[in-house]
């Protein structure tokens, strides 16, 4: 269907509507023993006429609560799942302990419900940073779980306010009901769950006000589970400063924004709208461009600042060693439909396709269509190490390490910047390296999550 901002009524029984959500975005105070709880909520996504919709979220609210901490500060949350299915937590883009990564079968068991599982951790790097569920993803998520996690710099940038916008969509019915079809192979084997509506923060019509010439930090937050976001400016200008949490060396303007799902873009933006009109984030589409947020532009207050932001302080995130003298492995995307997989081990049996598709399983890391049990790597801690990304499928994948950020490997030596996830399109070739400086088991996947489900997912091993 074509997707309008302003569209109620939709085609084939999904539906595009405005979200308002009860329970708003709210701060979570950084206490002991603080309670974080999974269960249904509702929202009210429709208009007064329809009733208001079920959804899974944090706190009972779409989104979780904003966890805001200063950087090397603890988080302890008690996470309490009052769910109908087992979940946990996974603190994305933290570089955190093992133990707290929130992977089952991995890191941790999956918390049944009514269980309960205390998470607690340093923060070591400010940035944006979220959290989700990582049992069922591919259902909870799209639910409604998940929440921002934001790391303050020791000394804010000079700017006149700080938005956390998570943009999302979600897959509605005619009666403004979630979409109950998850896990269906049309999904898993093609893009992933692509919903019919647009939220930011929860709310299809998201509108907050800005005086002319202020200087605002826009987080920006995609945990659609597998939407890309194409973006820009409108009546604003801007840099972006930091991705995925980690702060460029050097700003750069802020013109069209790629946010895949699960990435995160912090910008510092100026309003230069007249007053009386409108800025806005746009969203681009093959259908059209539709603004997802607005601000409604008021009288200046102050002259529009001369200069550019400075850049953010670095995170202490080891830099690589010598890239020539680093071991390199591969990791082979394949799988999907229109692609050229015609089996993949599973169970340990080389299985053909069509069988692999009525249990479930579209795609392959490397000729594998579930988790292995030997690592794609082990390294020892400290070591660096390069991943060579093949993606010979027809279809773009958002790949995402846990517990580390890296680089890609642009050219010998040159270097992109720091991220934990990144868009590899069809048919691209696309190197990472790091240094494996934190012991465990660390999950590598698709984070368009219907992917991971059906086959993109590895882990790694570091050892002390």
Same mark, same amino acid.
């Given at each position: 269907?074509?997707?309008?901002?302003?569209?109620?009524?939709?085609?084939?029984?999904?539906?595009?509507?405005?979200?308002?959500?009860?329970?708003? %975005?709210?701060?979570?105070?950084?206490?002991?023993?603080?309670?974080?709880?999974?269960?249904?909520?509702?929202?009210?996504?429709?208009?007064?006429?329809?009733?208001?919709?079920?959804?899974?979220?944090?706190?009972?609210?779409?989104?979780?609560?904003?966890?805001?901490?200063?950087?090397?500060?603890?988080?302890?949350?008690?996470?309490?799942?009052?769910?109908?299915?087992?979940?946990?937590?996974?603190?994305?883009?933290?570089?955190?302990?093992?133990?707290?990564?929130?992977?089952?079968?991995?890191?941790?068991?999956?918390?049944?419900?009514?269980?309960?599982?205390?998470?607690?951790?340093?923060?070591?790097?400010?940035?944006?940073?979220?959290?989700?569920?990582?049992?069922?993803?591919?259902? %909870?998520?799209?639910?409604?779980?998940?929440?921002?996690?934001?790391?303050?710099?020791?000394?804010?940038?000079?700017?006149?306010?700080?938005?956390?916008?998570?943009?999302?969509?979600?897959?509605?019915?005619?009666?403004? %009901?979630?979409?109950?079809?998850?896990?269906?192979?049309?999904?898993?084997?093609?893009?992933?769950?692509?919903?019919?509506?647009?939220? /930011?923060?929860?709310?299809?019509?998201?509108?907050?006000?800005?005086?002319?010439?202020?200087?605002?930090?826009?987080?920006?937050?995609?945990?659609?589970?597998?939407?890309?976001?194409?973006?820009?400016?409108?009546?604003?200008?801007?840099?972006?400063?930091?991705?995925?949490?980690?702060?460029?060396?050097?700003?750069?303007?802020?013109?069209?924004?790629?946010?895949?799902?699960?990435?995160?873009?912090?910008?510092?933006?100026?309003? #230069?709208?007249?007053?009386?009109?409108?800025?806005?984030?746009?969203?681009?589409?093959?259908?059209?461009?539709?603004?997802?947020? /607005?601000?409604?532009?008021?009288?200046?207050?102050?002259?529009?600042?001369?200069?550019?932001?400075?850049?953010?302080?670095?995170?202490?995130?080891?830099?690589?060693?010598?890239? %020539?003298?680093?071991?390199?492995?591969?990791?082979?995307?394949?799988?999907?439909?229109?692609?050229?997989? &015609?089996?993949?081990?599973?169970?340990?049996?080389?299985?053909?396709?069509?069988?692999?598709?009525?249990?479930?399983?579209?795609?392959?890391?490397?000729?594998?269509?579930?988790?292995?049990?030997?690592?794609?790597?082990?390294?020892? #801690?400290?070591? #660096?190490?390069?991943?060579?990304?093949?993606?010979?499928?027809?279809?773009?994948?958002?790949?995402?390490?846990?517990?580390?950020?890296? &680089?890609?490997?642009?050219?010998?030596?040159?270097?992109?910047?720091?991220?934990?996830?990144?868009?590899?399109?069809?048919?691209?070739?696309?190197?990472?390296?790091? /240094?494996?400086?934190?012991?465990?088991?660390?999950?590598?996947?698709?984070?368009?999550?219907?992917?991971?489900?059906?086959?993109?997912?590895?882990?790694?091993?570091?050892?002390?």
């Amino acid at each position: 269907m074509k997707l309008s901002r302003r569209n109620l009524l939709g085609a084939m029984g999904a539906t595009g509507i405005a979200c308002t959500v009860d329970g708003r %975005q709210g701060i979570a105070a950084v206490t002991s023993k603080t309670r974080l709880e999974a269960r249904p909520g509702t929202a009210r996504l429709a208009p007064a006429e329809y009733e208001p919709t079920p959804i899974w979220g944090y706190d009972g609210g779409v989104p979780g609560p904003t966890i805001r901490v200063r950087q090397g500060e603890r988080v302890d949350r008690e996470f309490l799942n009052n769910l109908p299915q087992a979940s946990t937590i996974h603190w994305h883009g933290i570089r955190i302990d093992n133990a707290m990564d929130g992977v089952p079968e991995l890191t941790q068991a999956a918390v049944p419900p009514g269980g309960t599982f205390d998470y607690g951790f340093i923060l070591p790097d400010a940035g944006t940073y979220w959290y989700h569920p990582h049992n069922r993803t591919w259902e %909870q998520l799209a639910r409604g779980l998940y929440g921002a996690l934001i790391v303050e710099e020791p000394e804010a940038p000079d700017v006149d306010r700080d938005e956390v916008l998570l943009i999302d969509d979600w897959r509605l019915t005619e009666t403004a %009901q979630i979409a109950e079809n998850f896990g269906a192979m049309h999904d898993w084997s093609h893009g992933g769950r692509i919903g019919n509506w647009i939220t /930011v923060n929860g709310d299809g019509y998201w509108t907050s006000y800005a005086r002319q010439n202020d200087r605002l930090r826009l987080r920006l937050v995609n945990p659609s589970n597998a939407r890309i976001f194409n973006l820009s400016l409108k009546g604003l200008s801007g840099w972006v400063i930091a991705l995925d949490g980690q702060p460029l060396s050097k700003p750069h303007p802020a013109e069209t924004l790629v946010l895949a799902p699960a990435q995160r873009v912090d910008l510092i933006v100026d309003v #230069t709208a007249d007053a009386g009109t409108e800025a806005s984030l746009v969203s681009h589409e093959r259908g059209g461009s539709y603004a997802v947020a /607005v601000f409604r532009v008021n009288k200046a207050e102050a002259e529009r600042r001369s200069e550019g932001p400075e850049a953010l302080p670095a995170n202490p995130v080891p830099e690589t060693g010598p890239l %020539q003298s680093a071991r390199v492995v591969d990791l082979v995307m394949d799988g999907g439909a229109m692609g050229g997989m &015609r089996s993949a081990m599973l169970n340990e049996t080389d299985t053909d396709i069509r069988t692999l598709v009525r249990k479930g399983k579209a795609w392959a890391f490397n000729g594998h269509a579930e988790m292995t049990d030997t690592p794609l790597l082990s390294a020892r #801690t400290g070591e #660096t190490v390069r991943i060579r990304m093949d993606n010979l499928s027809r279809w773009p994948h958002a790949i995402h390490l846990h517990g580390h950020h890296f &680089r890609q490997v642009i050219q010998e030596e040159r270097m992109g910047p720091l991220r934990d996830t990144l868009l590899v399109q069809s048919g691209e070739v696309a190197e990472i390296a790091f /240094v494996a400086d934190n012991p465990g088991d660390w999950l590598l996947h698709c984070h368009m999550v219907e992917h991971a489900a059906a086959g993109m997912m590895t882990w790694l091993k570091v050892s002390s």
